[in-house]
């Protein structure tokens, strides 16, 4: 079975106001069976304010890797995240991992919760 073993912030920049924030994480998931092995994704949780701030001028954002929250809540992704994987488990480790990979792009970060999806890299 799939975990977090662990969930790092990377960077973090709260603006000016406590609803523009920008948080970059590191997440390792890895098979619960195994210490110490895993692999690493990347992802940035972002509140809707920082989002139209950073397409004030007219960039366009894709949107993979990014989390948009209403409030900040560690409990809430943490458990997000525990969903997403509990999605993608499977008795074939290899199989659980292709699974989570259809969660992500070519450099880990995650998109989305559709499994199957082949939009990645």
């Known amino acids: 079975m799939l975990i977090i073993k662990a969930l790092t ?10 609803d523009d924030f920008y948080i970059t994480y590191n997440i390792d998931i890895g098979p619960s069976e195994i210490n110490g092995a895993s692999d690493m994704f990347s992802f940035e949780l972002i509140r809707p304010k920082r989002l139209a701030r950073m397409t004030g001028q007219g960039d366009i954002i894709i949107g993979h890797g990014h989390f948009i929250a209403r409030d900040f809540n560690e409990i809430i992704l943490e458990a997000t995240l525990n969903r997403i994987i509990n999605k993608c488990v499977d008795d074939d480790m290899n199989k659980a991992y292709k699974n989570l990979s259809a969660f992500s792009l070519g450099d ?9 999806n082949q939009n990645y890299i």
């Not at 912030?9 to 406590?18: A, H, L, R, S, T």
């Not at 880990?108 to 199957?116: A, D, E, L, Q």
Request: net charge negative.
């Open 9 to 18: 912030k990377m960077f973090e920049d709260w603006g000016e106001d406590i």
């Open 108 to 116: 880990g970060r995650i998109i989305n919760n559709i499994p199957g």
